[in-house]
């Protein structure tokens, strides 16, 4: 099975910060990496597909890099409606999430 | 409009069953990969089980923690997925979501919960 790794589990952060978030595999998962984002009480949302694939509606705030093991997402510059708890997730075999990464307001 | 609602939910005893249902509208269920998310309390997601199309076979697949004691199912012609959960344990315990996958989980369910414990 492949293991994700996320980190930081939590983040402290302000309005106009520029965050990252990563995602380590424990194996080449060829690119094959999804990025969600939650708020309480609600359900996943799609944010990236495949790495660097903006899903539509999405903000370009929002992006997405990386390669072979090790995959990051960024925001540019955060906005109040941004402070959420994100996941990563692999879907090269089978299906991983990582932990996921806390981001709170500072 | 897409809607994944599932029902079924609720507290068991450990050892027993459970049967979850996600009724599913506004796409074309015949041709979608449907699959089961959980959440556990502590908010770690879970990948929990995957049902094709006919085109695939219907093939499944299941995470570990829960092969041997978790089917999924569908029914097409009801446009409805399926989880039959048996042997239930404690740490089974949490929110159940049903979701489509095409390219990513696209479309998700409002969950439902299920309760282990004695």
């Known amino acids: 099975d492949i293991q994700m790794t996320q980190s930081p589990s939590f983040l402290s952060a302000s309005v106009g910060d520029r965050v990252t978030i990563n995602c380590k595999a424990s194996?080449?998962?060829?690119?094959?990496l999804n990025w969600y984002q939650q708020k309480l009480g609600e359900a996943p949302k799609r944010l990236i597909y495949?790495?660097?694939n903006l899903q539509t509606g999405i903000p370009s705030r929002f992006s997405g890099s990386g390669s072979g093991t090790d995959y990051t997402l960024t925001i540019s510059s955060l906005q109040p409606e941004d402070f959420a708890t994100y996941f990563c997730l692999q879907h090269n075999s089978l299906y991983t999430f990582g932990a996921g990464t806390k981001l709170e307001l500072k | 409009e897409v809607q994944l609602v599932e029902t079924g939910g609720g507290l068991v005893q450990p050892g027993k069953s459970l049967k979850l249902t996600c009724a599913t509208s506004g796409f074309t269920f015949s041709n979608a990969w449907m699959h089961w998310v959980r959440q556990s309390p502590e908010k770690q997601l879970e990948w929990v089980a995957q049902?094709?199309?006919?085109?695939?076979?219907?093939?499944?697949y299941y995470a570990e923690s829960v092969k041997g004691r978790f089917t999924i199912s569908r029914d097409d012609s009801k446009s409805s997925v399926y989880l039959q959960m048996n042997s239930l344990k404690e740490e089974d315990t949490a929110i159940y979501y049903c979701?489509?996958?095409?390219?990513?989980?696209?479309?998700w369910g409002q969950g439902v919960m299920v309760t282990v414990s004695s």
């Open positions: 194996q080449n998962i060829n690119k094959y």
């Open positions: 049902i094709k199309a006919k085109s695939n076979n219907y093939a499944t």
């Open positions: 495949n790495t660097n």
């Open positions: 979701t489509r996958f095409n390219y990513y989980f696209d479309y």
